[in-house]
């Protein structure tokens, strides 16, 4: 079979409407979506490997009987709950297509199938996943001469999976958390203002583009990488660009939309091309290299572009902006800014607690004995 014979969406049945997803499998079933709408919103009942005949007889079995979906079957195993995930994320139009790819890439070295073999983790009970169980599938994988980087991904992918779940009701409990050494972890630091501008003041050229680039828009790595000069409306200062979840518009003030002027009117003003051509889509190795330099001369803890993204996160919910604002601008949703971005630093806690004034209490207190009692033994 191939995508000439992907069979077209089933007719509704009292509302309950189906089609294919993806697929077929080696058996010759797609993977179908059973869903209706409810209050202009599409829910999905039921997804899973169908012939067309077994989806229609799904199709109706749902349409009578409204409470079955609510009687869906959990995540049995974890390739239930990984194949579970990834129909979501195929069905979410928000995503672009390189992204649920690379989910569905991981996700299967991560579940392989339901015969999966001691180096998956497919065939293993929901209920049996545990900090001991992921140990022993990290250790076979880096025994098989999987990278670590890849073991990591493949972590990650599965707590996202878990999470998406928990929230729909297929799992409970937290995905376990299992440290993986060897290879280059990922790192993590989140530059404060002063500091990205003490680097600034120590590169030049395209790095220093790149650099301000980053940080004035809070932009992905790939998606300021893919820029190009058909996307940049300099004379309103507005940068489309194109990230996981689709397109979306980007203000570009101050230094960095100067910077970018002048790099435009240097190059001859042209009509397309990429904006930083020196940074590729996939790495971020060059402008690492420029950075980590830049970084040492500042006396700044050395941080990758995605700290800047981070930064910028940090700075528009200290600025007070709303969540939603927020996520708008930097291209995820307020939950995940919350959850992955958000960065509480010391001094924001102490002011917050000065402006809730939740150290007055005492202002109007009368001093009882233990006060002097206090004094006069540290005045001895």
């Known amino acids: 079979m191939s995508d000439a014979d992907r069979p077209k969406p089933r007719p509704p049945i009292l509302g309950v409407r ?54 869906r079957q959990g995540a049995r195993t ?86 998406w779940g928990r929230e729909v009701g297929l799992v409970d409990g937290e995905c376990p958390r299992v440290t993986v050494r060897g290879g280059k972890a990922r790192e993590k630091y989140t530059p404060e203002r002063a500091e990205v501008a003490a680097v600034l003041a120590e590169l030049d050229g395209w790095a220093r583009r790149a650099v301000l680039l980053y940080a004035a828009t809070g932009a992905r790595l790939d998606e300021i990488a893919s820029l190009t000069w058909s996307r940049c409306n300099l004379e309103r200062g507005v940068l489309t660009v194109r990230g996981k979840r689709g397109e979306r518009k980007v203000p570009l003030t101050g230094g960095a939309l100067l ?81 992955n971005y958000r960065q509480i630093a010391g001094s924001e806690m102490a002011e917050a607690v000065a402006r809730a004034g939740l150290g007055g209490l005492g202002d109007n207190v009368v001093e009882g004995p233990w006060v002097s009692q206090t004094v006069s033994q540290h005045g001895s």
């Open 18 to 71: 189906a089609r294919v997803v993806r697929g077929p499998d080696d058996q010759g079933r797609w993977y179908w979506r059973i869903w209706r709408r409810d209050n202009a919103r599409a829910e999905t009942l039921r997804s899973g490997w169908y012939s067309i005949t077994d989806v229609e007889r799904e199709q109706a079995r749902l349409a009578v009987d409204p409470e079955a979906a609510q009687r």
């Open 259 to 339: 910077s970018l002027r002048a790099a435009w009117t240097a190059a001859g003003s042209p009509a397309d091309g990429r904006v930083l051509s020196e940074v590729t889509y996939k790495t971020s190795r060059r402008l690492d290299d420029r950075l980590k330099v830049a970084c040492k001369r500042a006396g700044v803890p050395y941080f990758p572009p995605g700290g800047l993204r981070r930064a910028a996160v940090v700075s528009l919910y200290r600025a007070g902006v709303d969540p939603g604002l927020a996520g708008a601008i930097v291209g995820h949703s307020p939950t995940v800014a919350l959850r």
């Open 78 to 163: 974890v390739y239930d709950l990984v194949d579970y995930w990834i129909a979501a994320r195929e069905d979410d139009q928000g995503l672009s297509a390189n992204t649920v790819r690379i989910n569905r890439h991981t996700a299967k070295r991560l579940a392989g199938s339901k015969k999966a073999g001691l180096t998956d983790l497919g065939r293993t009970l929901m209920t049996s996943v545990n900090r001991r169980t992921l140990e022993r599938w990290r250790d076979a994988q880096q025994r098989a001469g999987v990278a670590a980087s890849s073991v990591r991904l493949g972590l990650r992918t599965l707590r996202q999976a878990w999470t």
